[in-house]
């Protein structure tokens, strides 16, 4: 669109015609206030803080709804603009309560910053304020009505970004009020995006209200620990007992690749680190088979002197070693070569919940087409064949039904049941059962019979016409099955590709080689490459996979497990018997159904008290930061090291540490204090930063650089906290192409989450509630 | 839509309100501009736009029942609760203030027994103070359902509610 020239507070300003002024002063620095001016969500005009003094035009103006016009002139700071904003506040004060003291936004509420910055200290309202009692709508969300200044942010969110239109606006003039939408509670997806976005504390989580002040903590960006889509979460923590309590989880900073998005887990399900089961004692199983708290050197040597033992009397081949979709790259990386170079193994695996081998195989040397998850929002037109991104990838959701509203992107389904974004499809194909294969076969064919299903053709014709099209695809698709969409996409003009998988961690753990005959960056464990000279002693065979370990346990042939962050007892329904050959050892959270038959357990940090990389669905690479901490647990990069020092193995072998250079700190204080930061920086964006402990991720992460194709990324970016995208090298194809399909779907929806989710309170109440309501309405 | 899903089965209406309220929906370019003369009709049907009536109408619609609610309480002419047989309207704005709107609701206070927004126990009389029923000329002015009492004293305001009275007894 043409641009258009404005004056503002004497600034010139430039802009794309169409601009609204509010952002346009933005654009230029200029900050005017809003209250219910939400970008991306419908104007609305209603609170009048926005007011400007528009040149030629008659009284003042909301800057929120006025589009830019050429040649405007604009005054934002005025004592005319001053008085009508004082006035306004004094409106809004008119019947809040001012219980600042005790609010849970004291201190971060943008109705305190504008009665700071333009209010009266007096108030011409001498009326008796009416009190209402706080209400609980939902486990999650409690409504203080006094609080509310009537921004309509809330009702706009939830309807228009989230779809679920559950909250409302009741009544007329003073005596309106938001509304839940089953009159005195709420029937929604729980994802707390009306409580970040209120502007005031009338909207307030079961999770945060009342348990301190925003001041009081320190505020960590870091990762989400729940589903593939791995959108940054900011992490409050305040100091406890044992260490550091997390005690808010919001989306602070909006610069993730979330953007303004976090669901219920990303915000309230990290409470599993606080869960009384949690282990910070490390067990040793008795003869009497009990388990009794050992001390860390104790459990350590033990695990240490047992693989050892198996390796050199029964061979490497009788040691198996499962990792995590929920541990670090660096963890993952770290593991298999741990495995592999002092174990002598290939025997690793994960539990694997999309197929990454075939979806990289399918693409090798097409690295480019590989999308983000940042693309989702972007893409003029997607194809989503498979998952329900509502329940299992909210934050795709969220992104998709955006691009829907803003772009006017078109959204084609395909699927076998008739899933909640098909209210913001533009065609769908609701494919029988078990279709998937044939229903890729179909829009590559030009017959004109699919299923006998109605439109079927017109759905194909009007996809195969998108000149650009984003093709993402759930776990119904493995193997063969995706490269035929593959080549299918590859057939339109341009197409690009996400596979979608369930963890956090999901596509890391598959990228750093948890597999038993590929290496980090699926490189075969035949046609090792560089690894050949980078892993002394690896064996050229492929290992046993995860479901091969358990059999050779059965047959009395595995020595020992190793098991990293994960609870394949439950997820594969493994007899507990098979395993009484088996040295157990586990690095867990909690007392899983693994870890109830290991012989040492070794608690483990989680992924929000540690530092590292984590890798979404889609490719895209971004650091975690350690937020919790909690006295007694270690990360499992550190037990790895432990375990492998105890062995004999040579800790600089495995973790490239003690090779940066030796940097001058500097001067922390005085005028040259800013020095030492200035210099760590550049030396930590060249990777020359002194990594000092066998336990420093970062060390891990150069050697990933190095060795894993596609994570040569730039650094410097890394550490700003953005998403940097890794790239998706072609690999050589491995020697058999039919695998064994592996896929086990993690089956989570949006209340659960794995084993972890089992611990987290808040989603087990919400869980809980949300299955108990269809039993009260099934009367009818 | 197709004009099928128009009509709702086991729908609470009347044959004839349903018909109308199928027709009702196709006649606007959006669907949920029918949502206000439907719950005025219903409402006088059934005698109040109760639950029922909220999911059917959100159902013929297309909208929430949320949505459905937001509308009903921002307009006073609907009401969830029955009225009595007789809804006695008092209007109390400016003009009928000056010339004795509030002893005319006082009076019928009293002569009800009842008070403002209650219902008498027979259920024949409610009582509500409203703004402006646009009978300014003749104030003080009285609705009674959808028929007008102006230029009121309290004696006529008596008889009024008397000829209601007999009307109530003969049905
Ligand atoms: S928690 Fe989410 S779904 Fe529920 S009312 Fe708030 S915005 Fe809507
Ligand atoms: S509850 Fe909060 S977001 Fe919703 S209208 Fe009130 S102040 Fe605005
Ligand atoms: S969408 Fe996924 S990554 Fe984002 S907050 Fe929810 S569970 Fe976490
Ligand atoms: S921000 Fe412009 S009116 Fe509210
Ligand atoms: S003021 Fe009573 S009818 Fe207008």
């Known amino acids: ?780 | 839509m197709s004009p099928e899903m128009n009509s709702v089965p086991n729908t609470i209406f009347s044959p004839e309100l349903a018909a109308r309220f199928d027709k009702l929906v196709t006649l606007y370019p959006a669907r949920r501009s029918a949502l206000i003369p439907m719950l005025l009709y219903a409402q006088d049907e059934v005698g109040a736009v109760n639950d029922a009536v909220i999911a059917e109408i959100a159902q013929r619609i297309g909208i929430t029942e949320l949505d459905v609610r937001n509308v009903i309480s921002y307009y006073s002419l609907l009401h969830t609760k029955p009225h009595g047989k007789f809804h006695v309207q008092v209007c109390t704005n400016i003009s009928c203030m000056l010339r004795g709107g509030n002893e005319m609701l006082a009076h019928c206070k009293e002569k009800l027994g009842i008070g403002n927004k209650e219902t008498t126990p027979d259920g024949i009389f409610s009582l509500e103070e409203v703004e402006c029923i646009g009978a300014c000329c003749w104030a003080p002015a009285v609705q009674v359902n959808y028929d007008f009492h102006d230029n009121l004293t309290t004696e006529k305001m008596d008889a009024v509610f008397e000829n209601y009275r007999q009307k109530a007894g003969k049905s």
Not at chain 1, 125 to 147: A, G, L
Not at chain 1, 738 to 748: I, N
Request: hydrophobic letters at 40%.
């Open chain 1, 1 to 780: 669109m043409a641009d258009v020239n404005l004056t503002v507070d004497g600034k010139k300003v430039t802009v794309p015609a169409g601009t609204l002024l509010i952002e346009a002063c933005r654009a230029a620095g200029i900050e005017v206030p809003a209250f219910c001016y939400y970008p991306g969500l419908s104007l609305c005009g209603a609170c009048r803080m926005c007011m400007v003094r528009i040149e030629k035009m008659p009284k003042l103006q909301t800057a929120c709804t006025t589009p830019v016009a050429e040649g405007m002139t604009v005054h934002t700071e005025t004592p005319e603009i001053a008085q009508a904003r004082k006035a306004t506040v004094e409106l809004l004060l008119g019947n809040h309560p001012l219980d600042c003291p005790v609010c849970d936004a004291g201190g971060e509420c943008e109705l305190q910053d504008m009665t700071f910055k333009y209010g009266a200290p007096t108030s011409q309202y001498v009326e008796i304020k009416q009190h209402r009692e706080e209400q609980q709508w939902s486990p999650v969300v409690y409504f203080d009505r006094p609080r509310c200044i009537m921004c309509y942010r809330c009702v706009r969110v939830c309807g228009e970004g989230m779809d679920v239109w559950a909250l409302g606006v009741q009544n007329r003039g003073a005596g309106s009020v938001i509304a839940p939408n089953r009159q005195d509670h709420l029937d929604c997806e729980e994802c707390g995006m009306c409580i970040d976005i209120c502007p005031v504390g009338a909207l307030t989580s079961d999770t945060y209200r009342y348990k301190t002040r925003p001041w009081e903590m320190n505020h960590v960006a870091t990762v989400c620990t729940h589903c593939g889509d791995g959108c940054k979460t900011t992490l409050g923590v305040r100091r406890a007992d044992d260490g550091m309590e997390i005690v808010r989880g919001d989306n602070r900073d909006k610069s993730g690749i979330n953007e303004d998005f976090l669901c219920i887990k990303g915000r309230y399900a990290f409470d599993f680190a606080n869960h009384p089961d949690r282990l910070t004692k490390p067990l040793i199983r008795q003869a009497d088979r009990s388990f009794a708290t050992a001390t860390w050197e104790q459990a350590l040597e033990l695990a240490a002197k047992k693989l050892k033992e198996v390796r050199d009397t029964k061979g490497p081949d009788a040691i198996g070693v499962i990792g995590s979709n929920r541990t670090t790259n660096e963890e993952n990386y770290l593991l298999q070569k741990f495995a592999r170079t002092v174990l002598g193994t290939n025997n690793i695996d994960h539990h694997r919940t999309a197929d990454y081998v075939s979806f990289v195989r399918a693409l090798a040397g097409k690295a480019d087409r590989a999308a983000s998850l940042r693309d989702a929002g972007t893409a003029p037109a997607i194809l989503l064949l498979g998952n329900d991104p509502t329940e299992q990838h909210p934050a795709l959701a969220w992104a998709l039904r955006t691009n829907v509203r803003l772009n006017k992107a078109k959204l084609f389904l395909v699927n076998t049941s008739d899933i909640k974004l098909r209210r913001q499809a533009k065609a769908f194909l609701h494919i029988p059962e078990g279709g998937y294969a044939d229903a890729v076969r179909f829009l590559g064919s030009n017959d004109a019979d699919f299923h006998g299903i109605e439109g079927a053709a017109d759905f194909r014709d009007a996809l195969r016409a998108e000149p650009k099209l984003l093709i993402l695809f759930g776990s119904e698709f493995r193997g063969h099955d995706i490269d035929a969409l593959v080549s299918f996409g590859l057939s339109l003009p341009d197409a690009r590709f996400a596979c979608l998988a369930d963890y956090a961690n999901s596509r890391g753990a598959a990228d750093m080689g948890l597999l038993p005959d590929l290496l980090p960056g699926y490189r075969p464990v035949a046609a090792p490459g560089p690894f050949a000279e980078e892993y002394p002693n690896l064996p050229q065979k492929p290992g046993k996979d995860l479901i091969e370990m358990f059999d050779a346990a059965e047959r009395g042939e595995l020595g020992a497990l190793y098991v990293v962050g994960a609870n394949p007892v439950e997820r594969y329904n493994v007899d507990p018997a098979s395993l009484k050959n088996t040295f157990v050892i586990v690095q867990e959270m909690f007392l899983t159904e693994t870890a109830q038959i290991a012989d040492v357990v070794l608690p483990a940090a989680n992924l929000y008290e540690k530092g590292g990389s984590v890798t979404n669905s889609y490719g895209d690479l971004q650091l975690v930061k350690k937020a919790g901490d909690r006295a007694g647990v270690r990360s499992d990069l550190e037990l790895i090291v432990r375990i492998a020092d105890r062995m004999g193995a040579k800790p600089q072998q495995l973790v490239p540490f003690g090779r940066g250079l030796r940097a001058d700190t500097g001067q922390s204080r005085g005028a040259q204090s800013g020095e030492a930061d200035r210099h760590s920086i550049w030396l930590a964006s060249r990777q020359i930063e002194p990594k000092v402990s066998p336990f420093d991720p970062y060390a891990v992460l150069d050697e990933i650089a190095r060795l894993v194709p596609g994570y040569d990324v730039e650094r410097m970016n890394l550490l700003a906290g953005n998403d940097v995208r890794t790239k998706l090298v072609s690999i050589e194809p491995a020697a058999s192409t039919t695998r064994r399909d592996l896929v086990l779907p993690a089956q989570d929806a949006l209340f659960t989450s794995g084993t972890l989710g089992r611990y987290s309170a808040k989603l087990a109440e919400v869980h809980e509630s949300h299955r108990k309501s269809p039993a009260e309405t099934a009367a009818d």
